[in-house]
């Protein structure tokens, strides 16, 4: 059996993900952090970005992520998001108009969101 890592993906309102996973990649002030099994242990504030997940059973999670932190210890890995949301769940031609928006109204912040959105989406 290969190893694995228990990883809980939480938004402020909801469980978004939880299983087990081989490989967890995500963005951190600190710059990207890839996660596996054995793993030191480790606390960081995440940035606005993706976080992908490989799952035990070969598929592949994607989430579009903003803000909160990562820790890691005993093979349970644990990412605390502001706001997240599954890629499958991200509407593309809604977060387009956001980023069109954003991008009108020199809103940096809004912009980045939206970019973090479609780049989730399109690694569906």
């Known amino acids: 059996m290969a190893a694995e890592l228990h990883v809980a993906l939480v938004a402020a309102d909801r469980e978004v993900w939880s299983g087990q996973a081989t490989l967890v990649i995500a963005r951190t002030t ?4 890839g996660v596996m099994p054995g ?3 480790l606390l960081g504030v995440l940035e606005s970005g993706p976080v992908t997940i490989r799952t035990s059973d070969g598929g592949t999670v994607v989430a579009a992520v903003h803000g909160g932190f990562i820790s890691f210890a005993d093979d349970k890995l644990s990412l ?3 706001i997240a949301e599954l890629s499958d769940e991200i509407d593309v031609q809604h977060a387009e108009r956001e980023l069109e928006r954003a991008k009108a109204e020199g809103d940096t912040v809004a912009e980045r969101r939206a970019d973090v959105r479609l780049r989730a989406a399109a690694a569906r």
């Open 30 to 33: 600190s710059g990207d952090i």
């Open 39 to 41: 793993h030191q242990p």
């Open 80 to 82: 605390l998001a502001e």
